[in-house]
């Protein structure tokens, strides 16, 4: 009969708890990831507003705009085509007031009527520099 010694019996458990704590740890954020994301009017001061729910909804080629990004209306001054495709200013930084121009990528466009009127941008930030999640050009009128 072959017994383990005190000091393998050690080792096993030392490799066993790392590995459940990996398991535990993968398991939460799985379980993280998975959980519902919901729009983003955290304080509740748009919740009587006709709009609410057709931007809870709003969504371009890249996903729902209002549940990973904050849009914000877009002056005339801050937004362009150039060359069939849009550009739009947007801060460089989330907290900065400096702006730097972004071409929207096609799939960012939301082509379903602007019931909002305004033009509308939800940039996205990342360590990799600020993109665009959803653009809504404004009527026009």
């Not at 809870?56 to 801050?78: M, N, P, T």
């Not at 495709?85 to 121009?101: L, M, N, Q």
């Not at 993109?131 to 809504?136: A, G, L």
């Amino acid at each position: 009969m072959n017994r383990l010694s005190r000091r393998e019996l050690r080792k096993y458990r030392v490799i066993l708890g790392t590995r459940l704590l990996w398991l535990i740890s993968f398991a939460a954020v799985m379980a993280v990831m998975a959980l519902p994301v919901f729009g983003r009017d955290l304080d509740g001061r748009y919740a009587t507003s006709p709009l609410h729910d057709w931007f809870e909804h709003l969504a371009s080629g890249r996903g729902l705009c209002c549940s990973f990004a904050d849009g914000y209306v877009v002056q005339d001054a801050d937004w362009e085509t150039k060359d069939g495709h849009y550009r739009v200013r947007v801060p460089k930084f989330a907290s900065s007031e400096d702006g730097i121009w972004v071409d929207v990528p096609d799939e960012a466009v939301i082509t379903e009527p602007n019931r909002a009127g305004r033009t509308m941008v939800w940039p996205f930030y990342s360590n990799q520099g600020v993109s665009i999640r959803c653009f809504m050009p404004g009527s026009m009128t």
